[in-house]
């Protein structure tokens, strides 16, 4: 049986411009796309920049934050190949969102997860999450 990074790989040889991740809108408008080959590139891109920059370790959890696209995915494939174990969690919104803001630090520490990789947008929710107050 192949892994998920097999058949990944074997999709960038066979047909690197094939669609593989389409995101669309409530009207089935796309929004963002990435091919085999264009996935492939942004997922080795942060792979290495976990194991080399962040000096991620095999085996480490590391929290996904992300806002509803195809980074999450991006993200998640990347630990993969970094080694580390992706966690995927719903994306925090503003300090309104009491349910998923008291859960984050929950999962972090059942999930044993010191680090979390999210976008921009949402970085000032998880630091406010961090250190309440």
Not at 19 to 29: E, G, N, S, Y
Not at 49 to 56: E, F, I, K, S, W
Not at 67 to 85: Q, W
Request: aromatic share 4%; net charge neutral.
């Amino acid at each position: 049986m192949a892994t998920l990074i097999q058949h990944l790989e074997a999709g960038v040889a066979d047909a690197p411009d094939r669609p593989l991740f389409v995101f669309l809108d409530r009207v089935c408008t796309v929004i963002e796309s990435y091919t085999y080959e264009s996935s492939h590139h942004r997922t080795n891109g942060l792979a290495r920049a976990l194991t080399r920059d962040l000096d991620v370790a095999v085996g480490e959890p590391i929290l996904l934050a992300y806002p509803p696209g195809l980074e999450m995915i991006a993200a998640f494939i990347a630990g993969v190949k970094a080694g580390a174990l992706p966690v995927p969690v719903p994306a925090p919104a503003a300090r309104t969102s009491a349910g998923t803001t008291h859960r984050i630090p929950l999962i972090c520490a059942s999930a044993g997860a010191t680090r979390v990789l999210t976008d921009e947008r949402l970085l000032a929710t998880l630091r406010e999450i961090r250190s309440p107050g």
